[in-house]
């Protein structure tokens, strides 16, 4: 515990130890903020300052989990415990939970995720008898949620004349009446969307000056990592919170500030010295994560932003290897270099799964990824898809939960209400809710109600829907007296959910039964776990939400020795050895999307500077010809950021499918289409098609000649190796060979090192010198 303030490098520790007042820590990738952060709160504790007092802010849970596992280390688990970490949403929710009644919300209010808020759209749009295709569900749907983060209220809006006109403009003239509509509908199921938990902690925070205090109060210190992508709403909230005892930590690099599309404000850090007094500003310049080659790179590339603020990164870690840059005719063609690459890194320096990552721009481009992973048997893992907790089956048997909690949720009544089919048509459904709106109650309530104030229905359905009432009513009951796990079971079981998946019969349906068995084990993993601690019960309340607010990252198990696919969005904050960026190509990488401005081009530079500092040993850019996208094959040319990087630090390889001269139609990827008009387009010929003409072109005349060696350079040995022999491997130092089998590509050496161990490798792509 003592020393471990010897763990870091004199700047660092500056700002670790600093007393009191506000700081802000400005440092280029893998310098170590995240690092900073996280001692500084065990350097607090250790000086006497309680972990209930301190709040930090972190951009995913599983990194508040880290945190407070490295804190646990250093200061003892027990009072690590106390502190107050997480996600802004995850912090906030709780709070609002202490003081939802003051905002007229129940304490068990439902947390509506994207999904749930995009489905009360779409019934708000229909119901409003608007064009669905001028007022796409998703398009208000974000426009909403960049209100919230600017603090917009409905009222607001209406009063800002601008805004008003703006949306007529752009055709959407009833974007306010939507935004209402929506905002009440929300309220009155006792329901609060993700933008809420932001906007309603304002609320909160500017209308009661007493509850301001209260949590200026408890939290003394407060800490701030991924700063730079704070947005409006989330910055009020710390100002707001820090006021008092100005103890803020801001930690930042402006040169990682991606999420500008979603609000995210640049300027939260640029003004940082303007919002406190003596604000101390603290710098970091070594980068203890990646080679000089990719510290070097990376810094060659973001000096093409204009505006920067200047840093300084250097390492003192190995030169390391060039950034491998690999041209592939098509994205599957991408796939199986990523994968075989994958592979053959693994073979030769004798790596786990998990310390690869193939990052891209889209969701759409893991697809080819996977394939080609697939077909060599790589395990892998897919980030940010489709989460565990959003599949049908799952959110079936949540939906039934948050009823049971919150009868006022529509969209949890909406979805069950007639699944497992019980006879409740769409009409009747629609009978509800428009009498649910005349009256100003939920949908539940009037279900509730249909003996004294009947609606237009027959007998029979009025039965059903009471039957459901009854049903509710009666869970309600009994999770009065069992935990959240017996009552989920139950619900299971009793609402006829498995039921109906075991009739389908299908083997979908029978891995959905899994699916629902998988969740319950969660459940009962959750309730074990917070029995544990003392101030929770492992209630159904704490259970949903923590599922509500789990982002996909944070269901990582422990154990799980995969490679990982997600987005460079996700990736932000996260290292690994080798790291794999995909689709790097104009269009794509930059983004069409946001080719329309310097700023925004200057986005997407930063946050292909955030993939390339992912990297600690090796970094490779991959790019394709050709791409099959919005269902069509497109030509594609080399990324203008390929350009960018200083070329001393590329290593150009000869794409494989060229020196094999492989046909250009590849029946795997392109599926369903006309393959005759592809051919058209692109005659199948034994020559690779010319380049287009791009920037990246010259550069590519730079390629090695064609070789028959893999595509990762590695080549096949001339060693003439023999038992007893004693050699030097690039990684694990000196060894002697013990065993020697297989025949052709497949000869392995069993080589006991003197520092690594015993380890088997293929001789094909070890790198070893006979001594
Ligand atoms: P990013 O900008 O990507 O979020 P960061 O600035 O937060 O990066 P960290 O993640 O804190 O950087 O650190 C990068 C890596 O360097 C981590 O593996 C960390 O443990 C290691 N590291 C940082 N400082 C030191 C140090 N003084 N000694 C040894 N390792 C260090
Ligand atoms: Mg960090």
Not at 230 to 254: E, K, W
Not at 732 to 756: C, N, R
Request: aromatic content about 10%.
């Amino acid at each position: 515990m003592q020393n471990y303030l010897d763990q870091l490098n004199e700047a660092q520790r500056a700002p670790t130890v600093h007393k009191d007042g506000p700081l802000m820590v400005i440092a280029g990738a893998g310098s170590g903020k995240t690092r900073v952060l996280t001692y500084r709160i065990a350097y607090l504790m250790s000086q006497g300052v309680d972990p209930f007092n301190i709040l930090a802010l972190t951009f995913t849970n599983k990194a508040a989990r880290e945190m407070k596992k490295r804190i646990a280390e250093i200061v003892g688990n027990s009072e690590a415990k106390n502190l107050w970490m997480g996600t802004f949403h995850s912090i906030f929710a709780r709070i609002l939970r202490f003081e939802a009644d003051k905002l007229g919300y129940p304490s068990n209010f439902t947390i509506y995720d994207t999904q749930d808020s995009q489905s009360l759209i779409r019934s708000i749009i229909k119901e409003m008898r608007l064009d669905k295709d001028i007022y796409k569900y998703k398009q208000v749907y974000s426009r909403i949620s960049s209100y919230k983060n600017s603090l917009i209220t409905v009222r607001a809006y209406f009063n800002n004349p601008e805004l008003v006109e703006a949306d007529a403009m752009a055709r959407m003239p009833r974007m306010g009446d939507i935004y209402k509509e929506y905002v009440d509908r929300c309220f009155k199921a006792g329901a609060m969307d993700f933008d809420d938990l932001l906007l309603k902690t304002n609320e909160l925070l500017t209308r009661f000056p007493e509850v301001l205090a209260k949590y200026q109060n408890r939290f003394r210190y407060i800490l701030v990592d991924e700063y730079q992508d704070t947005n409006h709403s989330q910055y009020l909230i710390v100002r707001a919170l820090s006021d008092r005892f100005q103890n803020i930590c801001v930690v930042g690099d402006d040169a990682q500030s991606i999420y500008a599309f979603r609000g995210a404000n640049i300027n939260n850090i640029l003004n940082f010295q303007k919002d406190y007094d003596n604000v101390s500003v603290y710098r970091l310049e070594q980068n203890y994560r990646s080679t000089k080659t990719i510290v070097r790179a990376a810094n060659s590339l973001i000096e093409k932003n204009q505006s920067r603020l200047e840093k300084v990164v250097w390492t003192a870690n190995d030169q390391g290897n060039p950034i491998k840059v690999n041209r592939s005719m098509t994205d599957a063609d991408e796939g199986r270099f990523v994968a075989g690459s994958i592979f053959e890194n693994q073979m030769n320096l004798q790596m786990q799964h998990k310390e690869f990552a193939v990052l891209y721009r889209t969701n759409a481009q893991s697809r080819a990824i996977e394939d080609a992973l697939r077909k060599k048997d790589i395990p892998y893992r897919i980030y940010g898809g489709l989460s565990f907790y959003q599949r049908k089956e799952i959110k079936d048997v949540l939906a039934y939960l948050r009823l049971i909690l919150n009868p006022s949720d529509e969209e949890a009544l909406k979805r069950v209400i007639n699944y497992p089919a019980r006879g409740i048509g769409q009409t009747t459904v629609d009978k509800i809710v428009v009498a649910a709106n005349e009256r100003g109650v939920s949908m539940f309530e009037v279900m509730e109600q249909l003996q004294q104030n009947p609606i237009n229905v027959n007998k029979g359905t009025q039965t059903k829907l009471e039957n459901f009432v009854t049903m509710i009513r009666s869970f309600q009951v009994t999770n009065e007296q069992v935990d959240a796990f017996h009552i989920a079971e139950q619900v299971a079981k009793k609402t006829g959910l498995v039921q109906e998946l075991k009739k389908d019969g299908t083997p979908e349906g029978i891995a959905r039964i899994e699916n629902i068995e998988e969740l319950l084990n969660g459940i009962r993993d959750f309730v074990e776990g917070q029995k544990e601690l003392a101030d929770t019960t492992g209630s159904l309340t704490e259970f949903l939400e923590d599922v509500a607010l789990a982002t996909d990252l944070d269901n990582e198990k422990g154990d799980d020795n995969r490679v990982a696919l997600m987005t460079v969005h996700l990736a932000k904050g996260l290292e690994f050895p080798f790291v794999y960026v995909v689709g790097m190509e104009e269009d794509l990488f930059p983004s069409a999307m946001n080719l329309n401005s310097r700023s925004e081009l200057e986005e997407e530079r930063r946050l292909f500077y955030v993939a390339l500092t992912r990297a600690e040993k090796q970094a490779y850019l991959t790019y394709a010809q050709t791409r099959y996208r919005w269902g069509k094959l497109i030509d594609a040319e080399p990324s203008r950021f390929l350009d960018e990087i200083d070329e001393q630090y590329l290593d150009y390889l000869t794409p494989i499918t060229e020196t094999r001269f492989k046909p250009m139609i590849d029946a795997d990827i392109f599926g369903e289409v006309d393959k005759s008009k592809l051919r058209l387009k692109k005659p199948v010929s034994g020559t690779p098609p010319k380049m287009p003409i791009s920037a990246g072109t010259r550069k590519l005349r730079k390629v090695k000649p064609a070789s028959s060696s893999p595509s990762n350079g590695a080549s096949t040995p001339k060693v003439n190796l023999e038992v007893g022999n004693r050699v030097e491997h690039q990684r694990f130092g000196k060894g002697k060979v013990l065993k020697i089998e297989g025949v052709g590509a497949d000869v392995k050496a069993e080589i006991q090192f003197e520092q690594g161990g015993l380890k088997k490798l293929l001789l094909r792509f070890a790198k070893l010198n006979v001594l």
